[in-house]
């Protein structure tokens, strides 16, 4: 007999005031957790423009794409080194 199958006849012998206390056991172990508060972009730049760097602050709209540009610029180059 698996363990549910055990559980479904122990309950169905439980009164109705026995099936209450059941369920509030049932509750307490399981705990569900309460939902994690999600940081929006907004919030994590306001956190990270405490500690940068003012003179940089402009560079960073760009500094991405640059550095997409000068990896595959790299990578072309590599890539053309190697075939000739």
């Known amino acids: 007999?698996?363990?549910?199958?055990i559980a479904y006849s122990m309950i169905d012998h439980l009164d109705e005031e026995q099936l209450n206390a059941l369920i509030v056991i049932l509750r307490g172990m399981t705990k569900e957790e309460p939902p994690k508060k999600k940081k929006?972009?907004?919030s994590?730049?306001?956190?990270?423009?405490?500690v940068a760097n003012p003179d940089l602050i402009p560079l960073?709209?760009?500094?991405?794409?640059?550095?997409?540009?000068e990896k595959h610029i790299r990578f072309l180059e590599e890539m053309n080194s190697e075939n000739s």
């Open 1 to 5: 007999m698996s363990t549910r199958e």
């Open 40 to 42: 929006s972009a907004a």
């Open 44 to 50: 994590l730049c306001g956190i990270f423009h405490d």
């Open 60 to 69: 960073e709209k760009t500094a991405w794409e640059q550095a997409a540009v």
